[in-house]
């Protein structure tokens, strides 16, 4: 009962991470500073790129505080003992090839796979914020994605789709920045190493498109 509370917390660290990205790059346009930018000394790339190493920042500092405090609160309870324990002894590990492991070394695992759902989320809320001129839209536009790259695919199993389709929603479903964040519980569609391959893709990109769409930005 206690892990799965977790759940809960990593669903509202995205949230508050959505919330509090998305006026990056919207609040200059509101604010009409985003023409003022573009005659800065350092351009509108290199404070594209100052924007979203403190998002960067900012999202892993929280989490990992928020980690902190969830492996305090496990420890109070189960005490230090129960992390050397075997993973296949916690009903919330549920991939075969986990269940071989540590307790401790399981959340390890997990604990970077969270890492690499919230740096999707940053990626992406920036995404949305630097892509729309309003706050409002860049949230919906974040939370479209968080919510349908994790529910749609879900969905879309029900029915008889085209293969092409199934592949494509099944990729989203793995970069889903809540997906990854309980990736030991629930497993992976693709072998690690693709994932982990796809996640670079998208970060890469994402980071390139910001800092180009930015960049071309007229205010």
Avoid: H
């Amino acid at each position: 009962m206690l892990y799965e509370a977790t759940f809960t917390v990593n669903l509202l660290v995205l949230l508050l991470i959505t919330f509090a990205l998305t006026p990056v790059f919207t609040e200059e346009y509101r604010c009409k500073t985003a023409p003022l930018i573009a005659g800065c000394e350092r351009g509108r790339k290199k404070i594209a790129g100052i924007k979203i190493a403190a998002a960067v920042v900012f999202s892993l500092g929280m989490y990992v505080l928020v980690d902190i405090v969830l492996l305090l609160i496990f420890i109070a309870y189960y005490g230090c003992d129960w992390m050397a324990g075997g993973a296949c002894l916690v009903n919330w590990i549920a991939v075969p090839r986990y269940m071989g492991l540590a307790i401790w070394q399981a959340y390890l695992l997990q604990f970077f796979w969270g890492m690499l759902g919230i740096l999707v989320m940053v990626a992406v809320s920036l995404f949305f914020s630097v892509l729309c001129k309003q706050t409002f839209l860049a949230m919906a536009g974040s939370l479209l994605f968080l919510g349908g790259g994790y529910v749609l695919p879900v969905i879309l199993m029900q029915f008889r789709v085209p293969r092409w389709l199934m592949r494509l929603t099944g990729w989203a479903f793995e970069c889903n920045p809540y997906y990854l964040m309980t990736s030991v519980s629930r497993g992976s569609y693709l072998g690690e190493l693709w994932r982990l391959l796809l996640i670079a893709v998208l970060l890469v990109g994402v980071q390139y498109a910001v800092r180009e769409r930015w960049g071309r930005q007229e205010g």
